[in-house]
């Protein structure tokens, strides 16, 4: 699942306004006249349509309603022919069984009838079920609805004489019934005679048959023709009112487009010009617009390119620094090592906030939605800010809410840079005095409040704050120094999270920044919040990781520099100096451990990556650590690297305590894997 969303690029163009010839007066009072023609035409078109889309719905209203009759009269028609054939059934059935069964298809028939013309008397609803001999499906049924119309009583005689025929249709097949009942008695008693006189009132019964079905049939075939007629005089009506429509409609269309191509003319032929100077006007703006693109892509491309290039010296700097600072120095020479260490430190800052700037600016900032333990964020701040107020000789406090919600979702690390930020901007400007953190939760925010007592601003100086490399004061920049985005990356990264910030300050009293997120409260606790903190001793990290280091890197500064680290956490090393030389020592050697960089000569580190995840896969052999070591510190870079199966990520410069717990995570999480598979 992806936790991450990407913060949109703002886009700022300056508009010009052409200003537009002005038309003469008896241009705008033709063209007046010709708009209020073509709006009554147009209105008038409308009004039509209304006019005769009402006709036409209750055409095909009244068309759909006799199609219903029509289909009734063919269910009547079909359930007399029904009727007729179960009737001469009865009579050649030879047990009780049988008749009973024709019977009943007759009674169901007759039933179905009555139904049928009580619908076309009152209204209703008419079935017909159809057998099908369908895998899944036994029938098909279709249903009509039928609405009788009051004006047209045409079909009324057919159903009133239809209605006594079906009666004695019933009864003279409850007669047959009678009789053929009588005829099996006397076949049981052996009575011939009987039996053969009782066959020859059957014989004589069917022969009075016909003439009931004849004039139920005649009535029933009436009904039905006169409904096909009504249905073919509706739809030829139908036809006509669409096209008399179609007529009117053509017309009145061909009006508005002479009118709307008059008009068009008059007024082409008189703004022209303007529409010449409009379209020039617009074409300047697309290009601007388009360079104006072409610059920001470039300048983001170079600041990610500036960004690579200069850490990769100041992973040495910071690095060696790092290094010298555990050595047995002259003091002198000790304070020199801490300022190398301390400028490589700020100068990495200044790359970050530039890059990051470079990123909102971009649109490539991304923000991560997971969840993380409030308190302890809140606490590394403060461990942080702490020691360099303690530094300055300020008094640093915090006030946190004991309400606050200890796991909350959202982007723990931008969390921490802004409050960072603030915190550092507020000991910057203080020369005495104090501090303050307070955070409060308020309905369903989180309020952040940074007061400090330091120099202020007036209300001018208000006006200029959240503006890349600007700060309150010409003045301040020579003074204090900075780049001044380090407020408009927190404003905007604020922003990004839902959230808004304010400032109160007075000159020579002090600010106060206030800000407040919504950060919902998680709904389960993240693994790492969970885990247990490991009693004992530390295992030593030579002993953990149990085997040799692949350093894969082409510069051979970082190599020696990579190599150092390595040796001072107890961990014995060999170097290949691009991603095919890794993949020939990795095939003739054993490796507990691979430290990758991404951009080398002949084959680069994420290919190398995935050549040695499939050839694990191809020989279901266990799989290599590897962790990124390298310049390319955008997000995009890191996710290149996890998904060419990279374990683990550190972007350059290159901490030896931070190398340290990255292997260790990798190796713990190794370990405690092992047994479950």
């Known amino acids: 699942m992806d936790h991450t969303r990407r913060v949109p ?33 147009l209105t ?23 199609r219903a009759r029509l289909f009734i009269g063919e269910e009547i028609v079909r359930g007399i022919h029904g009727i007729e054939k179960d009737l001469y059934r009865m009579a050649s059935t030879s047990n009780l069984a049988g008749l009973r069964r024709v019977n009943l298809s007759i009674e169901h028939q007759m039933e179905k009838l009555r139904h049928d013309l009580n619908v076309l008397k009152q209204g209703g609803t008419v079935r017909r079920e159809v057998q099908l001999n369908l895998e899944g499906r036994d029938e098909m049924v279709r249903e009509v609805a039928y609405r009788p119309d009051q004006d047209n009583d045409r079909h009324v005689m057919e159903l009133i004489e239809i209605a006594p025929l079906l009666d004695t249709l019933g009864e003279k097949t409850q007669e047959l019934e009678d009789i053929l009942v009588r005829s099996w008695e006397f076949q049981e008693r052996e009575d011939l005679q009987g039996f053969f006189d009782l066959h020859v009132d059957i014989d004589l019964f069917i022969k ?36 008399r429509l179609k007529a009117v409609e053509l017309s009145l269309i061909v009006l508005v487009i002479l009118l709307t191509s008059l008009a068009g003319w008059i007024f082409l032929k008189r703004i022209g010009q303007a529409n010449r100077q409009l379209a020039n006007s617009a074409q300047e703006m697309r290009v601007a617009k388009d360079a104006a693109e072409r610059a920001s892509r470039a300048k983001s491309e170079f600041v990610s390119r500036m960004s690579h290039e200069l850490r990769t010296p100041l992973n040495a700097i910071i690095g060696f620094a790092e290094l010298l600072e555990a050595e047995p120095l002259a003091p002198s020479h000790q304070n020199y090592v801490n300022l190398i260490g301390s400028s490589g430190k700020h100068l990495m800052e200044l790359i970050n906030a530039v890059l990051d700037h470079a990123k909102i600016e971009a649109g490539g900032m991304t923000l991560e939605q997971i969840a993380f333990d409030l308190h302890a964020a809140i606490e590394a701040v403060k461990t942080i800010v702490g020691d360099r107020a303690t530094a300055k000789g300020l008094e640093f406090t915090a006030n946190i809410d004991p309400k606050l919600p200890r796991f909350v979702v959202g982007d723990p690390t931008r969390l921490r840079q802004i409050l960072i930020n603030l915190l550092v901007n507020a000991i910057k400007f203080t020369a005495h005095g104090d501090i303050n953190l307070c955070i409060a939760r308020e ?102 990781v149990a085997g040799r280091v692949l350093l894969v890197d082409d510069n051979s500064v970082n190599q020696q520099l990579a190599g150092a680290m390595l040796n001072r956490l107890g961990l014995s090393h060999d170097f290949a100096n691009n991603g095919a030389e890794a993949l020939r020592q990795l095939a003739s050697a054993d490796y507990a451990l691979v430290l990758m960089d991404m951009e080398m000569p002949e084959m680069d580190g994420v290919t190398a990556t995935t050549h040695i995840r499939a050839h694990e896969a191809a020989r279901g052999a266990a799989r290599l650590p590897i962790i990124a070591m390298t310049a390319n510190a955008m997000q995009e870079d890191r996710d290149r690297c996890f998904a060419a199966g990279m374990d683990g990520y550190l972007s350059k410069p290159v901490r030896l305590a931070t190398l340290n717990t990255e292997v260790r995570r990798l190796f713990a999480a190794t370990t405690a894997a092992a047994p479950a598979s």
């Open 9 to 41: 690029a703002g886009l700022a163009t300056d508009t010009g306004q052409t200003a537009l010839p002005v038309v003469p007066d008896v241009a705008v009072t033709s063209i007046r006249w010709l708009f209020g023609v073509f709006i009554l035409c």
């Open 44 to 66: 008038l078109l409308l009004g039509l349509r209304v006019v005769f889309s009402d006709l036409q719905a209750e055409l095909n209203a009244r068309s759909t309603n006799e």
């Open 208 to 243: 009075h048959i016909p003439p009931y079905f004849e004039r139920i049939a005649e009535n029933a075939n009436r009904l039905f023709f006169d409904s096909s007629e009504q249905l073919r005089n509706l739809e030829t009506a139908l036809q006509l009112q669409s096209d």
């Open 443 to 544: 309905d369903q925010r989180i309020v952040f409040s940074v007061r400090d007592s330091g120099i202020g601003m007036d209300a001018a100086g208000i006006a200029r704050l959240f503006q890349p490399f600007s700060q309150a004061d010409d003045s301040i920049t020579r003074k204090f120094g900075g780049t001044g985005l380090g407020l408009m990356i927190s404003k905007e990264l604020i922003e990004a999270m839902g959230g808004g910030i304010d400032v109160e300050s007075a000159p020579n009293v002090g600010s106060v920044f206030r800000f407040w997120l919504r950060l919902r409260e998680a709904e389960s606790i993240p693994e790492r919040a969970t885990d247990a903190a490991p009693s004992g001793p530390q295992e030593t990290l030579a002993s953990l």
